[in-house]
């Protein structure tokens, strides 16, 4: 709130009595009796109390102040609420902060705070500033209960003070800008920088920064080139609808491991590469490949089925009709029938099977 620092002048020494004075004896007068008044319209307060959901009436965003200077040691049934001065921009004071407040009309109309009093320009979070009174030594035990029936979180004689519900300052790292970068940075390790790439020489390079903790988006705009830079652990796109990507040239995604998900996969296009170093894997129960004017490439039908069951046994029959013939040769060549035996085993399983519709197709 506004407030004024009055200091009075007590030095020297009046005549006592009617005596008569001169002028200068009055002009001496004068100066001894003078007061310097300073008149000062906006004051730093720390922030008591914030809104606390069933705790007080706070709405969130709006505090509970004491001015530091002219409302120090006052109770907290006398205290005033703030408000943002900005509503649609806001920064939630965290309690034992010092802020600037102002008001307008006299003591008790609204009052608005406007930014935190910085006396660490690297510290994020907690600001008290070192030499307001209720830091230098115990000003009172005030009473902790307001006119509407909510306590304070905290005591001016409290030891350890809470700065909200459940607030904890994790002591983020301070981002430092460069020449004209403008920041706005949370409490919570996240920022969002207005900057560019001038301190590495290229003029025109819009570039915003969204860091949050470990994940980052660029969004870099050199010349007429621009670029959608994204760097996490992790990247979930989540839609209820459709997710669409669009590009004049080319879409390229890179890494270990791309898993897809979804009913349907359309890509319409006029050349479409695939290229692995070691191996592509499709798994399917269905597989076409091919056109409506074309021949299939891998054939799983009715027709290809009994065609292959009847080549599968002629083979088999040839096999049994010369192990036959071994068998009534005075001496049977026993290699021959193993080996015959051996594939017809095989044959078997091909054809009881159908192993011969396998989901692999190999082209060399």
């Not at 296009?269 to 299939?296: A, F, H, T, W, Y």
Request: glycine fraction near 6%; proline fraction near 3%.
């Amino acid at each position: 709130m506004a407030w004024n620092d009055t200091e009075l002048s007590i030095n020297g020494v009046d005549k006592d009595g009617t005596d008569l004075i001169t002028r200068t004896e009055l002009f001496v007068i004068l100066d001894q009796i003078k007061s310097d008044d300073k008149f000062f319209q906006i004051e730093p307060f720390e922030i008591m109390d914030i809104a606390r959901s069933g705790k007080n009436s706070l709405i969130p965003g709006q505090v509970i102040g004491r001015n530091i200077y002219s409302e120090q040691g006052k109770d907290a049934d006398v205290l005033q609420t703030y408000l943002p001065l900005n509503s649609n921009i806001i920064q939630y004071p965290i309690v034992g902060e010092i802020w600037f407040g102002l008001h307008y009309g006299n003591e008790i109309t609204k009052r608005y705070y406007l930014s935190r009093v910085p006396n660490d320009i690297l510290s994020v979070n907690y600001n008290e500033a070192p030499n307001h009174p209720s830091a230098l030594n115990e000003v009172s035990t005030n009473k902790l209960q307001r006119g509407d029936g909510s306590f304070l979180l905290n005591n001016d004689s409290s030891k350890e003070t809470k700065q909200g519900t459940y607030f904890k300052d994790i002591s983020p790292r301070k981002e430092i800008g460069n020449e004209g970068d403008t920041i706005i940075q949370g409490r919570f390790g996240n920022y969002i920088n207005l900057t560019s790439l001038q301190n590495e020489g290229v003029e025109d390079s819009s570039l915003i920064r969204i860091e949050n903790g470990k994940s980052t988006i660029n969004l870099l705009s050199v010349n007429e080139d621009n670029l959608v830079n994204i760097d996490s652990d992790t990247i979930s796109m989540n839609a209820n609808k459709d997710i669409f990507a669009f590009a004049e040239n080319e879409v390229n995604v890179s890494g270990s491991f791309l898993n897809v998900d979804t009913t349907d996969i359309f890509i319409d296009k006029n050349n479409i590469k695939i290229n692995s170093s070691e191996q592509v894997k499709i798994n399917s129960s269905k597989i076409d490949i091919g056109s409506d004017s074309l021949v299939p490439a891998v054939l799983g039908n009715v027709d290809f089925v009994k065609a292959m069951d009847i080549i599968l046994g002629m083979q088999i029959s040839a096999n049994q009709a010369e192990i036959g013939v071994q068998l009534a040769r005075p001496v049977p060549n026993t290699i021959k029938i193993a080996e015959l035996t051996e594939e017809n085993v095989e044959l078997n399983k091909i054809k009881s099977g159908k192993t011969y519709l396998s989901k692999k197709v190999n082209v060399e």
